[in-house]
């Protein structure tokens, strides 16, 4: 089956056409999901009229902003459901480029997942604030020392092998704001996936806003001490998957 390319949105009127033009153009063979948490600029009706166009773009829309991870569940509990084997997902302001869509797909081949890493260049966060560079820094300094996750564990730019996740992993996730992605990654390594990073370079948002606050900047530090006090927990519900696994062999 074609692989399921993911984008969550939500006041992003003046960047989903110009995303939606440069996938496009890269001539790939995938589906596009968008998600829209009921924006009140028109990001959904834009949305409609790019799927009436195409028949490769569907749109699911959601009742209000429900959290930015809880998206990401609803896609990929979707792409499950509707036997998709490669997930990709990616955010809507410009700052992942399409242009790397070809490489995952490449990596994502050999390996279960694989990730767009912002630490693997010196020169991928030059255009941000100073504020910005410091609380992705610390975040890549907490999940790296305090979860063992050796990856870029808060990013966004994703491709998952969903045909090799059991889907029980995804539903030990539940984050339902920012902290989603390394929550996920985190349970995904102790689930033994083969992780592969990829360099990308983050430009600073062209329109629109950033919808992260501070609220969720404390709301990831609060759950990232709550992952560390119940490893067990996971560990032990992954056994228990691997043990049902292993029994429907």
Known sequence: MKP????????ERENVERIYGMIKALNLDLDLLFLDDNSPDGTGQILDGIATRDGRVSVVHRSGKLGIGSAHLDAIQRAY???????????????????????????????DVVLGS???RGDSLTEWNILRKFLTYLGHFLTRYVLHVPYDATGAFRLYRLDRINPGVFNLVESPGYSFFFESLYVLCLSGVRVKEIPISLPIRT???????????????????????????YKSELRKLKQVEAANV
């Open 118 to 120: 912002r630490f693997m």
């Open 207 to 233: 329109h629109g806003q950033s919808k992260m606050r501070l609220s969720d900047v404390f709301a990831s530090l609060r759950r990232l001490i709550e992952l560390y006090s119940r490893s067990f927990h």
């Open 81 to 111: 459901t509707k036997g998709y084997t490669v997930f990709i997902s990616m955010d809507c302001d410009l700052t992942h480029s399409p242009d790397h869509l070809p490489q995952f797909l490449k990596y994502g081949e050999d390996f």
């Open 4 to 11: 399921l390319l993911f984008i969550p949105t939500y006041n």
